[in-house]
Nanobody, 115 residues
């Protein structure tokens, strides 16, 4: 059973930074894409950033220039570095891995941006 475990959420002030981690139970290269999504109550889950097995990255317009997705192959971990956080970034952030026909999700980690 593939597992993705997020960590790094918490309370941060506006303008601050936070780094989320997504640790995979299997070789991170086994996923052709690893994505970060976020969701707030009452709204659909939205894609924040993605990284492919070749290292290509993609970002939602609302985080471009502020968030960076990266990968540590030796640790089978994908990171989401979030800078200049805004209150509207408050959400549960989920890690998602796609492999073949499989679509795997972590349990989510809460990020709250508030003074």
């Amino acid at each position: 059973q593939v597992q993705l475990v997020e960590s790094g959420g918490g309370l941060v002030q506006p303008g601050g930074s936070q780094r989320l981690s997504c640790a995979a139970s299997e070789n991170i290269f086994s996923f052709y894409a690893v994505n970060w999504y976020r969701q707030v109550p009452g709204k659909q889950r939205e894609l924040v950033a993605s990284i492919t097995d070749s290292g290509r990255t993609n970002y939602a317009d609302f985080v471009k220039g502020r968030f960076t997705i990266s990968r540590d192959n030796a640790k089978d971990t994908v990171f989401l570095q979030m800078n200049n956080l805004k209150p509207e970034d408050t959400a549960v952030y989920y890690c998602n891995g796609k492999r073949g026909a499989g679509n795997y999700w972590g349990q989510g980690t809460q990020v709250t941006v508030s003074s």
